[in-house]
């Protein structure tokens, strides 16, 4: 977040004449757009280190929802294997509209049950992190800190430069398929 001496600067700059205010206004007018721009090159910059980091990516399907509508309420980023058949995916989903209250973890068709029981949201609770589960999500939990939302100037620069978002995403969503891969292939092949 700009200090109050930042926004004081930027706020003398475009009041300074007829001209910095005109492209002051025309900035924030864009700021969406510019936003929009930031975060579906970082999703793309995210799919493209996934395709190399993946064991057998070519197993691997990738869907992201947030390139037609970044901002976008219950849509997400997933990854899953083409044997799961939609069934479980892997990525990070928006709660709120706006790019806001973002969540990572295991989802999974509501009709099915939590695979071996639960067990497997043990496992990764202990392999990883302690999460949730609901009818929704085998397993999950709420990104935190800055990266929860990502409207604020923090993050969209980070997105910006890519390398610090995309490993802050790829890392669990490696360490969740390395987990869970094994266990779900197994539960689609008795389905």
């Known amino acids: ?51 190399q980091s993946l064991d057998d990516h070519d197993q691997w399907i990738i869907t992201n929802e947030l390139k037609n509508d970044v901002f976008a309420k219950d849509k997400g980023f997933y990854i899953e294997k083409r044997a799961w058949k939609g069934n479980y995916q892997i990525g990070i989903q928006s709660l709120q509209y706006g790019a806001r209250k973002f969540i990572i973890g295991l989802g999974k068709d509501k009709m099915l049950s939590p695979i ?6 043990k496992q990764i609770d202990e392999q990883y992190r302690p999460g949730l589960a609901d009818e929704w ?7 935190e800190g800055d990266y929860e939302t990502w409207d604020n100037e923090k993050v969209l620069i980070d997105m910006y430069r890519k390398e610090k978002a995309v490993n802050y995403f790829k890392e669990p969503i490696i360490t969740i398929a390395r987990i869970a891969s094994p266990v779900i292939d197994k539960a689609v092949k008795s389905m």
């Open 1 to 51: 977040m700009a200090s109050e001496e930042e926004i004081k600067m930027i706020v003398d700059y475009a009041l300074k004449d007829d001209t910095n205010l005109e492209v002051a206004v025309k900035i924030a007018s864009a700021f969406d757009d510019i936003s929009k721009r930031i975060i579906i090159d970082f999703l793309y910059a995210l799919e493209n280190i996934l395709k």
């Open 116 to 121: 071996e029981g639960g067990n497997l949201k």
């Open 137 to 143: 999500w085998e397993w999950y939990r709420n990104v």
